[in-house]
T-cell receptor, first 117, second 110 residues
Framework: DAGVIQSPRHEVTEMGQEVTLRCKPI?????LFWYRQTMMRGLELLIY????????DSGMPEDRFSAKMPNASFSTLKIQPSEPRDSAVYFC???????????????FGPGTRLLVL | RKEVEQDPGPFNVPEGATVAFNCTYS??????FFWYRQDCRKEPKLLMS???SGNEDGRFTAQLNRASQYISLLIRDSKLSDSATYLC???????????FGPGTSLSVIP
């Protein structure tokens, strides 16, 4: 079975440009997470969706960041305008959660390495 | 206090050694605990869940102390392939929201 798919794997852009990161979760999973990882701050949760609905976006840094999940098999994270401090690895993860069982294993995609010049 | 804290290391140990990692968490309502492993320039992957009674998977043993809000991971007979960063993960209330610790770096030396 295919795991979580992310694209692009690498992105180099100039400050001020719009960046769109894409994620396809594992089929059948109902929760999707966007994380950002840097050396300084570690792995930070930006936003997560359950059944395509944003549940918690308190980790989104500011209005320049937005995320959507139009259907169960696709999500985007957009940064507009991008800044050098956005340079990081962005991971998407998915899981299947049944409320009665609580937290379940998250499966991560390979990540998108973003460099904003 | 950070929600999840770990000793950053690095831990440099010889092959065959036993090494233990510690993790503390601040939310007493946390119910689910995990250890993930992240290799250099790769994504995190689940190593093992941590159960109240403690659990073992081969050379790996995880322990939970709810009273002290403390989790541990013990690796016995270290292999070169164990070299990675080990992330302590704790849920923080809602069913599937978790917080990742900063990670502990392990290097197993020949």
């Amino acid at each position: 079975d295919a795991g979580v798919i992310q694209s692009p794997r690498h992105e180099v852009t100039e400050m001020g440009q719009e960046v769109t990161l894409r994620c396809k979760p594992i089929s059948g999973h109902n929760s999707l997470f966007w994380y950002r990882q840097t050396m300084m701050r570690g792995l930070e949760l930006l936003i997560y969706f359950n059944n395509n609905v944003p549940i918690d976006d308190s980790g989104m840094p500011e209005d320049r960041f937005s995320a959507k999940m139009p259907n169960a098999s696709f999500s985007t994270l957009k940064i507009q305008p991008s800044e050098p401090r956005d340079s990081a690895v962005y991971f998407c993860a998915s899981s299947f959660v049944e409320l009665i069982q609580g937290t379940e294993t998250q499966y991560f995609g390979p990540g998108t390495r973003l460099l904003v010049l | 206090r950070k929600e999840v804290e770990q000793d950053p290391g690095p831990f440099n140990v010889p092959e065959g050694a036993t090494v233990a990692f510690n993790c503390t968490y601040s939310n007493s309502a946390s119910q689910s605990f995990f250890w993930y492993r992240q290799d250099c320039r790769k994504e995190p992957k689940l190593l093992m869940s941590v159960y109240s009674s403690g659990n073992e998977d081969g050379r790996f043993t995880a322990q939970l102390n709810r009273a002290s809000q403390y989790i541990s991971l013990l690796i016995r007979d270290s292999k070169l392939s164990d070299s990675a960063t080990y992330l302590c993960v704790v849920n923080i209330g809602s069913y599937d929201k978790v917080i990742f610790g900063p990670g502990t770096s392990l290097s197993v030396i020949p």
